[in-house]
């Protein structure tokens, strides 16, 4: 049984894990999607969403330095942590979590492994919107007033409608 089991160990030792999840991360900052075994694609969504979290802090100087160096130390690599704070982090800076996701591409032929290709959500312009804006507000979950808005947006409308009827009446009479 695995009560209580957070992690998939991924049959290495500490070091080699940690190592092994590092280069991925490093990977996935610089190239936007990489393909890798399903497994290991999500031991890495645990270990890089909490970093590009990390990025999203609009506090004081000493609060982002603070979050470079904790980055750094899970990264170990200068270019991938300068592509996350001044490439990644302006466009998830709307997004509340889930900045990743994971497509199965079924399994390798050597071994029948199942392959799984994970991207970074935001840089992909095939499911997204398209190019994202920069600076966004954080969405809000709660659905409530969905409806009064819908009125709102069917009144402003027919009002529109109303007003483009007159004016093509106006032009006809001249």
């Known amino acids: 049984m695995r009560h209580g ?7 290495r030792t500490a070091s080699h894990r940690r190592a092994l999840l590092m280069n ?3 990977q996935l900052i610089t190239y936007k999607r990489i393909t890798t075994t ?4 999500k031991a890495l969504r645990t270990y890089i969403e909490p970093l590009i979290t990390k990025t999203k802090s609009t506090a ?14 899970y990264l170990n690599d200068k270019a991938a942590v300068k592509e996350l704070f001044t490439v990644v982090a302006p466009k998830v800076a709307g997004r509340p979590g889930g900045y990743t996701r994971i497509i199965k ?15 970074l959500v935001d840089f992909n312009e095939i499911y997204g919107k398209g190019v994202a804006t920069a600076a966004e507000p954080a969405k809000k979950t ?16 027919t009002e529109v409608a109303a007003e483009d009827t007159t004016d093509t009446a106006t032009e006809e009479k001249a």
């Open 60 to 73: 004081s100087k000493e609060v982002i330095m603070h979050n470079h160096r904790i980055v750094f130390s």
């Open 105 to 119: 591409l079924g399994a390798r032929t050597g071994d029948n492994a199942e392959i799984a290709m994970i991207e």
């Open 142 to 157: 709660r659905r409530a007033g969905g409806a009064k808005k819908k009125a709102a947006d069917t009144e402003t409308t």
């Open 5 to 11: 089991k957070k992690d998939n160990k991924l049959s």
């Open 38 to 41: 399903l497994a290991k694609a």
């Open 24 to 26: 991925l991360g490093c």
